[in-house]
């Protein structure tokens, strides 16, 4: 499996951030696509998740400030994120998965330096 993450960069506080994630393969479908973030001298963490039929999983301190979507026919994931703050700072990265669970990923994408100026 191939994830190619697009959107990110230099953005305001208060603004929003798009992140989308397109994933190939050529074998089964790809059921469970996730985002994670790990700013600079911290552990990676959840950012949200979703699932082929759409159930998501999104840490209780996102929920109020992002949506997360999925096109299953192009196999991409869509990340919207409002409110931004500059702790929001880090690499966000796409995971993917075969399996349904919302917590466990075995494909990784490079990741996209996202950078909130205060």
């Known amino acids: 499996v191939q994830l190619q993450a697009s959107g990110g960069g230099f953005l305001q506080t208060g603004g929003s951030l798009r992140l989308s994630c397109a994933a190939s393969?050529?074998?089964?479908?790809?059921?469970?696509m996730a985002w994670y973030r790990q700013a600079p001298g911290k552990e990676r963490e959840l950012v949200a998740a979703i699932s082929s039929g759409g159930r998501t999983n999104v840490p209780d301190s996102m929920k109020d400030r992002l949506t997360i979507r999925r096109d299953n026919a192009a196999n991409t994931a869509y990340l919207q994120m409002t409110g931004l703050r500059p702790e929001d700072t880090a690499v966000y990265y796409c995971?993917?998965?075969?399996?349904?669970?919302?917590?466990?990923?075995?494909?990784w994408g490079q990741g996209t330096l996202v950078t909130v100026s205060s």
């Open positions: 393969t050529d074998r089964f479908a790809i059921n469970a």
């Open positions: 995971a993917a998965s075969y399996d349904y669970d919302l917590n466990r990923f075995d494909f």
